[in-house]
């Protein structure tokens, strides 16, 4: 057998026992193990600081401004922006959350983050 056979034939029974292992439940994707909920921030112009170790955040805007949101760097040159009656979802691990309302504005702000 030439080393391309060989591959083809590898590739192909580990193709199968891969998909016998999902099928039987063995391999699943990965599950938070739990969560921090916090239903009201009170969001100024100066910024908000929450330490809240995280692999996923979800932020909503319950009313207010718009509000500048990143994580694990004070809101600066980079970040991103929820706007009113929407929600930004945050697929990244980090340990802090910075929060800040546009200038002469405030905001209240809903956050959720699993761990």
């Known amino acids: ?3 391309v056979e060989v591959f083809q034939f590898l590739k192909r029974n580990i193709g199968i026992i891969i998909r016998r ?7 699943s994707t990965p599950s938070y193990l739990d969560h921090v909920f916090m239903p009201s921030v009170e969001v100024s112009d100066a910024g908000v600081e929450l330490s809240v170790r995280g692999l996923l955040y979800k932020v909503r805007v319950v009313e207010g401004s718009p509000v500048y949101v990143n994580v694990d ?4 040159g980079e970040y991103t922006i929820v706007y009113p009656g929407s929600y930004k979802v945050i697929p990244r691990a980090g340990s802090k959350l ?11 702000v809903s956050v959720e983050v699993l761990l």
């Open 1 to 3: 057998m030439s080393s």
């Open 21 to 27: 292992l999902e099928e039987s439940g063995v391999l």
């Open 73 to 76: 760097r004070p809101v600066g």
């Open 98 to 108: 910075y929060l800040k309302a546009p200038s002469g504005y405030s905001s209240v």
